[in-house]
Nanobody, 117 residues
Framework: QAQLVESGGGLVQPGGSLRLSCAAS????????MSWYRQALGKERELVAR????????NYADSVNGRFTISRDDAKMMVYLQMNSLKPEDTAVYYC??????????WGQGTQVTVSS
């Protein structure tokens, strides 16, 4: 069955950087739109960044635009989120998401990112 496994989370000081990775398996990765979401304590899950399956087009939440970069490697079935200039408000559990249609989608288990001095 399809699987998404996130890694790369941790504790970082404000202004620092982290790179999240998401390893996909057991589905046709290159056909899927891939996204990163996050959910802070007590808040709803929100879209952080998305990358398309065909042209690799990207879009970002306003709060991270210019600081975060999403990328994908279809050969390795990986998606990445490079996070720079991290702020305390970026603290959340970050989830990898794969979508083919409204009824075919997968979620990872999440990785914690904590930005604190």
């Amino acid at each position: 069955q399809a699987q998404l496994v996130e890694s790369g989370g941790g504790l970082v000081q404000p202004g620092g950087s982290l790179r999240l990775s998401c390893a996909a398996s057991r589905f046709a990765f290159s056909l899927y739109t891939m996204s990163w979401y996050r959910q802070a304590l007590g808040k709803e899950r929100e879209l952080v960044a998305r990358i398309g399956s065909v042209d690799g087009s990207t879009n970002y939440a306003d709060s991270v635009n210019g600081r975060f970069t999403i990328s994908r490697d279809d050969a390795k079935m990986m998606v990445y989120l490079q996070m720079n200039s991290l702020k305390p408000e970026d603290t959340a559990v970050y989830y990898c998401n794969a979508v083919l249609s409204t009824v075919v989608y997968y979620w990872g288990q999440g990785t914690q990112v904590t930005v604190s001095s």
